[in-house]
């Protein structure tokens, strides 16, 4: 059964996010100054659907401790530029090689709880005929999946975006569910150096919002992704404002459509300063903004924030991670992490069948890395230079 979630907008308000209120005036219409006495009437929301309870269950699955989430969602012309720089034609046995070579390393789901998948990877299997999710499932990984279709210029705004995707979601959801899939990833993008305005604020929120109802009504736990790019030369500081601003209106607009908070995860930049500003932040400094955002900003209710890795290095991602872990937090802070897991994959693997293992053993140390990171007990003692180095794309912080 669907339980009622609510939560106060402000200490000064009287309306509740969970219920609609209405103040109903009796008495005459016309304009006086006589003041007519009213009645507040309530009207409660049957939450979500019969997926409740799994809902919760998956997501406290993902969310549990020393794991978190490996991406390899990317779309077929960004994993064919991933294949470019160790030389690979991007062609679908390619795309398909990598993928196995990830999800079926022995002995990753000590360290991942989910991994979510592209469309493609979602229907194939390993070349033996194993099911890509049956591989996930036997290591209690839970498949995930991709569902946003891009973004597009968005009319009216500061040469900002909006992504794409709402018409057939809910059908395709249902298939995605009858695949194996249990969770669903959707991203868009907020660009500081473009405003951000008003209007691509609220165009995130409520895309955001209204996949998130969707996915939860076709039983697929909903990843909120509305990433902050790290474009600009701004101050950290202007970066907390404005995230601060962004996941305000999520949490309004996913209370309207009447989204389980329990049965959500988030997927948040961590609150850094511009790529091109001249000073650099500290992995304490960027946990201390980043916390402070996510405890005005995020119900308890809420079970895991797992945080892109953006344009920082392996080592980056994992030493900001685990300053996050330091002292006990409401929720699960983890990881949802795409080159910050692949970097040192791939260069060790350079499509060479021989190098296979040894590329899955270069998977595990990154997983391990991060695993105590979201522990709170990770030491960069020891790692490899390699692994120091940043990937940051303007316009893309995946």
Same mark, same amino acid.
């Given at each position: 059964m669907a339980t009622t979630s609510l939560v106060k907008l402000n200490a000064a308000s009287s309306n509740w996010i969970g219920q609609h209120s209405f103040t109903q005036r009796t008495g005459s219409s016309s304009s006086s100054s006589v003041a007519f006495p009213t009645r507040r009437v309530s009207l409660p929301v049957v939450r979500a659907s019969s997926y409740v309870d799994e809902l919760v269950q998956t997501a406290k699955t993902i969310a549990s401790p020393g794991r978190g989430i490996l991406a390899i969602d990317e779309s077929n012309a960004t994993c064919g530029k991933r294949l470019a720089s160790i030389g690979l034609d991007n062609t679908e046995a390619n795309r398909q090689a990598y993928r196995q070579l990830l999800l079926t390393t022995p002995g990753l789901g000590e360290y991942i709880s989910g991994s979510i998948l592209f469309e493609e990877t979602l229907y194939q299997s390993t070349t033996n005929g194993k099911k890509f999710v049956d591989c996930l499932r036997e290591q209690n990984i839970v498949p995930g999946i991709k569902v946003d279709k891009g973004l597009s210029p968005l009319p009216g705004s500061n040469n900002e975006s909006w992504c794409q995707g709402l018409d057939g979601l809910a059908s395709r959801s249902a298939e995605y569910y009858q695949q194996g899939a249990r969770f669903a990833k959707w991203r868009t993008v907020v660009s500081i150096p473009c405003g951000p305005s008003a209007l691509a604020v609220k165009e995130a929120a409520w895309g955001l919002a209204r996949y998130a109802a969707v996915s939860q009504d076709n039983g697929l736990v909903p990843i909120v992704e509305p990433e902050i790019l790290l474009d600009g030369d701004h101050p950290i500081e202007r970066t907390l404002e404005v995230a601060e601003r962004v996941w305000a209106e999520v949490f309004f607009y996913l209370a309207q459509n009447n989204v389980v908070f329990?049965?959500?995860?988030?997927?948040?930049?961590?609150?850094?300063?511009? $790529? !091109?500003?001249?000073? *650099? #932040?500290?992995?304490?400094?960027?946990?201390?903004?980043? /916390?402070?955002? @996510?405890?005005r900003r995020v119900p308890p209710a809420v079970p895991g924030?797992?945080?892109?890795?953006?344009?920082?290095?392996?080592?980056?991602?994992?030493?900001?991670?685990?300053?996050?872990?330091?002292?006990?937090?409401?929720?699960?802070?983890?990881?949802?992490?795409?080159?910050?897991?692949?970097?040192?994959v791939?260069?060790?693997?350079?499509?060479?069948?021989?190098? $296979? !293992?040894?590329?899955? *053993? #270069?998977?595990?140390?990154?997983?391990?890395?991060?695993? /105590?990171?979201? @522990?709170?007990?990770?030491?960069?003692?020891?790692?490899?230079?390699?692994?120091?180095?940043?990937?940051?794309?303007?316009?893309?912080?995946?």
């Open positions: 329990e049965g959500i995860l988030l997927k948040p930049s961590m609150v850094t300063p511009g $790529a !091109e500003h001249k000073e *650099k #932040a500290s992995p304490e400094s960027i946990a201390k903004h980043t /916390l402070q955002m @996510l405890r924030i797992m945080f892109l890795s953006g344009g920082q290095s392996e080592v980056e991602a994992t030493l900001n991670l685990n300053a996050m872990n330091q002292s006990p937090n409401p929720w699960h802070v983890s990881f949802s992490y795409a080159r910050a897991l692949q970097n040192s791939l260069k060790t693997w350079q499509g060479h069948p021989e190098n $296979a !293992e040894a590329a899955q *053993k #270069a998977l595990l140390v990154r997983a391990k890395a991060n695993s /105590l990171a979201q @522990l709170g007990r990770y030491s960069a003692e020891g790692e490899d230079e390699e692994a120091k180095k940043g990937m940051f794309v303007k316009g893309y912080t995946y």
